[in-house]
């Protein structure tokens, strides 16, 4: 790294230029050629490579009046010039990339200008956008940039020409580079070497700093730029900020106003840079971005160019290097084979299918289809015995899916695949699964195996941990499908969700084409599913729990039993309570407890006011609300198909939501915050009105806080939890590895522990370190907790680890786990847990856990001198069955939370039950929840009891008269929901069983008056009430 001089005599300070005039300062528009990048001189060399190939004789020289205009005016001038006859722009252009590449722009070849990392730096420490707004096409930015040593991800935006018709001096591409950050034109600095540049600058009416690195002074006093300096290294903060201490000073004439070029530029800007540069828009809501990028996009331009540049990052972050390969880099300069996917207008599905066949067709006829290399035969697979192209593959067309089971992109695309597997399922079609880690733990085996059960993968998977067919295809982002020919040619490449017409039109060709050919085989792939050999599904009641939540005053703990579709309901102790969802089955159905589906939820959120449970219902894409005084069910957001919507804004079903992993309510202002894994963001549920809206992150993946919502980005948040003065939401950003804290006031947001404090798109800073602040490495986090204590708690998934982090110094310790996947209870330090997800307080010192993979609820007793990790034993808890159970039936078992009360109901036959139940002196029956009463009588035909259910008075009281057909002995059961509550407090609530034993019928006998008389205690005093906080 070079040392920036303090020191700038050579200066020559023509005008002094003072602060207040100098205005408000946003953004830094840097050219790339010239300013970042020393470049200019290789870029003539290379010109002159290319001409002397055409036995042109030029010089270096010639190409100086066309600097900073592009290549194609860059190379096209020249020619024009020299009488070039029959010159083809865009093949001198490629060639000229290829030379330039290959002989003068080699990653870290050490082009950058010194003291331009430095500023850029300082520039983002000020808060300040950098941009890259170059003439130069995207290829030669992303070369240049990485021979300068200069990381991608260290850019808001980078503009090239690609998008442009229009070049420098025109001001469309500094235009457009204002739109894209959301900075005013006057708030833009543009920092330019050449006339062009500077000319641009002018147009667009932004200020300008000119650097003499090829141009003289001179010569660019001429286009007026604000300041002149020497080169980029002489240019320091205070020359942006205010203008310097003296300069060149030609003031720019005009009005400073806003951009009002036309929209098409930015619409045509977006369309053509692949969503890299997405448009931005404004709104008075929290969050102002239309949409973010995928995860292909940061990992295809955010990975790829931090892996290919500066020395210094690479060195300390080696763990992205192993995404990049030559191929990668080749597929995202030059392009791969694929057809135009863009479905015409007016194109009938047959006729796009057609096109796909002629592409095909083409392909076979030019013999330009690689083949797909060969699985090497150390891979393990998952679902079958290895295959190979040349032998169970040949003859099939084939779906490669290169997936890596943390991200969520890779999940939303599953269903996709089960679709063409059913559509193709009696045809030479099959899925092949390339799992390519991009987590170390990732890698192991059984942990894809368990990824496999988790998410219902049945087709072959194979672990391809060191990424070989990810190289040889060069594949850049997750995930990317390769469709593979019966001859085990690629003929398409197609990356991101959203996909499944592409696939499906492109299969549907691929065998219609080599159907015709008669080189098709339909020869079934032996399976041997994952799903039939789990010894769980028989051991455990659960499957794969995800999240908890827990009602401390009612004892309640609360499980998202996730792969079973239901929520499990235990008391502390484990025993059962009540399921909800009781048959297991997929599905978005609202109603009572029996009747209501699931499909596979994770985050939980106890409201202790109202008795009711928030669900973030992930598969469906919906909030769900569990009502337990009513027993029923129904959706407050979503309704199964996953959204794209940044804003939010609706209610009920017509606001979609996107994978929501977690939830959090909040007590005092009675809102559910979401984190929405799908989109990044979190969103805010507001219980009042039921609305729903996005509340901070701008929908794009990457670690970045900022001071307000829209300057704010997460990484697939998966764990929310309110911090103890309830001004803050702690999240588990899990794809960036780190634990982060959101300001509820402004939807800012700052770093705890973990993750990359300088490189917001460096996604790949992970590992297991205990330490303070950003020098943690955590892995993959999925759930946090802040503790009565203060202390928050972090279920550090992917290490298998329970991690403490003290929000004072943000020290991160260790304290259940040893970092490798497994089972063992006993001393914390000891145990073995296996991807934990979900993590709660409960009282007396215990912290429970969801250890997902082991489909077992663990309990952390911090109580003893040494803490334990130990397993908590579900009793009468049992797997759903297909057949729904009543939840009669499952009461008569006596719910672990419910106090018996037995009572002589005498011999006579008949008489009136009188239900007297009674609070104490300072509680009240809860006026929002009613108390009610239901009957059960055995054997049914042995005693009437009536009414069978109904309300108890505002008293506690009700009266139901028996009467006695048969006189054998029998049985009643009475059984009562009670809630109470205290002035200004939550309500609490009891169960209570009244068993009424008859004995044989007296002839003789008169009415009988029996009372069922109880007085309700509170189990804890709701003086100490401990807030649920977990996520």
Known sequence: MVVKACVKVEEKNVQGSSGSEWGKVSAVLFDMDGVLCDSEEPSRLAGVDVFAEMGVEVTVEDFVPFMGTGEANFLGGVAAVKGVKGFDPEAAKKRFFEIYLDKYAKPNSGIGFPGA???ITQCKGKGLKVAVASSADRIKVIANLAAANLPLSMFDAIVSADAFEKLKPAPDIFLAASKILDVPVSECIVIEDALAGVQAAKAAKMRCIAVKTTLSEETLKAAGPSLIRNEIGNVSLDDILSGGSGGYNGKIQGPQFPYMSSQNTTEKLTEENNGLLQKTGTSNDRVFSDGGVLRRDIVRYGSLGIALSCLAFTISNWKAMQYVSPKAIWNVIFGINQPSLKQKEGESNMERIQQFVNYISDLETRGTAPIVPEFPAKLDWLNTAPIKFSRDLKGKVVLLDFWTYCCINCMHVLPDLEFLEKKYKDMPFTVVGVHSAKFDNEKDLEAIRNAVLRYGITHPVVNDGDMYLWRQLGVNSWPTFAIVGPNGRLLAQVSGEGRRKDLDDLVEAALLFYGRKKMLDNAPIPLSLEKDNDPRLVTSPLKFP??????????????SDSNHNRIVVTDLDGNFIVQVGSTGEEGLRDGSFDDATFNRPQGLAYNPKKNLLYVADTENHALREIDFVNETVRTLAGNGTKGSDYRGGGKGSTQLLNSPWDACFHPVNEKVYIAM???HQIWEHNTDDGVTRAFSGDGYERNLNGSSSSSTSFAQPSGISLSLDLKELYIADSESSSIRALDLKTGGSKLLAGGDPVFSDNLFKFGDHDGIGSEVLLQHPLGVLCAQSGQIYIADSYNHKIKKLDPADKRVSTVAGIGKAGFKDGASLEAQLSEPSGIVEAKNGRIFIADTNNSLIRYLDLNKEEAELLTLELKGVQPPTAKSKSLKRLRRRSSADTQTITVDGGSSNEGNLSIKISVPEGYHFSKEARSKFSVETEPETAVSIDPLDGYLSPEGSAILHFKRPSPSASLGR????????????????????????????????????????YVVKPKASTNSLQLPVAG
Do not use: H, M, W
């Open 974 to 1013: 009475i059984n009562c929901k009670v809630y109470y509550c205290k002035e200004d407090e939550v309500c609490l609530y009891q169960s209570l069983l009244f068993e009424v034993t008859f004995r044989e019928e007296s002839p003789e006998s008169n009415p009988e008056e029996i009372t069922l008389a």
């Open 677 to 679: 894994a799908g989109q």
């Open 117 to 119: 990392l430095e500023l």
């Open 546 to 559: 995800g999240k908890l939540a827990i009602d401390v005053l009612n004892n309640r703990l609360f499980i």
